[in-house]
């Protein structure tokens, strides 16, 4: 990415990014923040959230340590938010998880309650919380969604079925709400495949270039794709553009691949 081609398509604009401490989140915090935006990242763990925070040029952006799927992490957030910029213009829920691998005819129940708990119903929250929260005048500020999504949501993925449907969930979630909030708010989501960040290691790692052959882009994904795509979805020059999924995968689904 050279800054030089990059706009500033965000000036004066404030963006929320669940889960940016690192990988795909950090990779749409980045950009957002470079083309103008003060941006809120938010993580479980404290420090490595206070180092990637260290990381960005003083004064841009902030962080504030707490689980997605906790309420009384999400209020602080949106009352912190309202408190210091009094406005929120961007909301990225980019948080998801996976905790287990396997089929999803032998998944405990526990577990695929936590998925759909944190991926799906913490997804809705945060965009209930913005939406709803007088001090952030989302919709006066034409506030713009993205929730991410996965093409394991889209074609099923062996081993990380329920996930799957945990982001089969987020795609209809993006659609049904954008159907509601407009004309005031865009909501897009974006479905990516095999992003090179630490959740997705073990679909690659000591075999990246066997996995890499059923790409027809002939290389994985990175931060930075998604943190670009990310920013024409939430930016004005995606005006016309809402209740959409993006699939951002170098052509993987189209040629006959799963994640
Ligand atoms: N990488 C891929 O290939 C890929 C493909 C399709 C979709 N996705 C989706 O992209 C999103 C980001 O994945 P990633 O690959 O960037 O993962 P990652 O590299 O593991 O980063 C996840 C980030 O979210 C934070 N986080 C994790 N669980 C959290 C929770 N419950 N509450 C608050 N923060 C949490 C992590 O910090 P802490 O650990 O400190 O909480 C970290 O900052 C997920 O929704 C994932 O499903 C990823």
Do not use: C
């Not at 954008?178 to 959740?199: C, M, Q, S, Y």
Request: no cysteine; hydrophobic share 45%.
């Amino acid at each position: 990415m050279s800054e030089s081609t990059i706009g500033r398509r965000f000036e004066g604009q404030v963006a929320l990014v669940t889960g940016s401490s690192r990988g795909i989140g950090l990779g749409i915090a980045k950009r957002l923040q470079v083309e103008g935006a003060t941006v809120v990242l938010t993580a479980r763990k404290p420090e490595p959230l206070a180092e990637t925070v260290a990381e960005f040029p003083d004064g841009t952006v902030i962080g504030i340590a707490g689980k997605a799927d906790d309420s009384a992490h999400r209020a602080e957030v949106f009352d912190t938010i309202a408190e210091k910029f009094g406005r929120l213009d961007v909301l990225v829920t980019n948080v998801g998880i996976n905790p287990v691998y396997g089929d999803t005819i032998d998944i405990e129940l526990d577990a695929a309650r936590k998925i759909l708990e944190v991926n799906v119903l913490g997804t809705l929250a945060w965009i209930q919380g913005a939406v709803h929260h007088e001090g952030l005048k989302f919709r006066e500020n034409k506030g713009r969604i993205l929730s991410i999504s996965s093409v394991a949501g889209q074609n099923p993925s062996k081993g990380i079925g329920l996930y799957g449907v945990s982001k089969a969930a987020v795609a209809h979630l993006v659609k049904t709400l954008a159907v509601e909030l407009g004309p005031d708010i865009r909501v897009n989501g974006i479905a990516p495949a095999v992003v090179k960040t630490r959740f997705a290691t073990a679909l690659y790692e000591g075999r990246e270039a066997e996995v890499t052959a059923a790409y027809p882009a002939g290389r994985l994904g990175t931060p930075e794709d998604i943190g670009a795509a990310a920013a024409y979805l939430t930016s004005s020059d995606s005006d016309w553009i809402t209740a959409q999924i993006l699939t951002a995968d170098g052509g993987l689904i189209t040629a006959g691949g799963t994640a």
